[in-house]
Structure formats: C-alpha cells, structure tokens
C-alpha cells in the first residue's frame, strides 16, 4: 500500500469469536503515534488471501479505505477495538509499511 490509495480492504484477524459485537473497529496508529479510528466491518466467510493467510468466518475484520486514510508513508500499526455486551477487547497491534 502506497500514500494516497484508497479502495484498499485491509483484513485483520482477531482468533476468536467476534460474532457477538455490538461494536468493531480498527485504530490505526500511524507514524509520528497519531492515531485513527474507523468502523469495521465483522468478516462473515473464510477466505485465503494472496499470501496465504486464512481468514475464519466470525474471526476477523475488514475496512475498506477511502480517500485520505493513507496520507503519510512508514511504518504503521493497525489492532482490532471488540466491544459486546459485557466486555471491550483491544487485539494486539500488527505492523505494515506504507510507501511514498
């Protein structure tokens, strides 16, 4: 992903059971430790991507970005925000690279 692309899916798995959410999102933090936080959307098929990664139905998110949301290159961090009923639950971080 490049500085300025949008209508990229951006997939995160969780490992658990997500089925129950009253609320997911996905914050990323960015460089320079801004932070962003969207909507996601619960993944309800499981799929392999191009790398080879499975992602289980009920198991991860997905957003779709729009114009702006990529607007600085390095080194990011994206975690999945889970919130049901009883409980909020931030994931771990994962970290990508976005290009100029």
Same mark, same amino acid.
């Given at each position: 992903?490049?500085?300025?692309?949008?209508?990229?899916?951006?997939?995160? &798995?969780?490992?658990?059971n997500?089925?129950? $959410? /009253? =609320?997911?999102?996905?914050? %990323?933090?960015? !460089? &320079?430790?801004?932070t962003k936080?969207?909507? $996601? /959307? =619960?993944?309800?098929?499981? %799929?392999?991507? !191009?790398?080879?990664?499975?992602?289980?139905?009920?198991?991860?998110?997905?957003?779709?970005t729009?114009?702006?949301?990529?607007?600085?290159?390095?080194?990011?961090?994206?975690?999945?925000?889970?919130?049901?009923?009883?409980?909020?639950?931030?994931?771990?971080?994962?970290?990508?690279?976005?290009?100029?």
């Amino acid at each position: 992903m490049n500085v300025g692309e949008w209508g990229a899916t951006i997939n995160v &798995a969780t490992g658990f059971n997500m089925s129950a $959410a /009253t =609320l997911l999102q996905l914050q %990323f933090l960015m !460089p &320079a430790y801004i932070t962003k936080t969207v909507t $996601a /959307t =619960l993944g309800i098929t499981t %799929f392999t991507d !191009p790398s080879g990664n499975v992602f289980t139905a009920n198991n991860y998110v997905f957003y779709k970005t729009i114009a702006g949301d990529i607007a600085a290159a390095g080194n990011w961090q994206v975690k999945v925000l889970y919130t049901d009923a009883v409980q909020y639950l931030p994931s771990t971080y994962v970290a990508f690279t976005v290009g100029a």
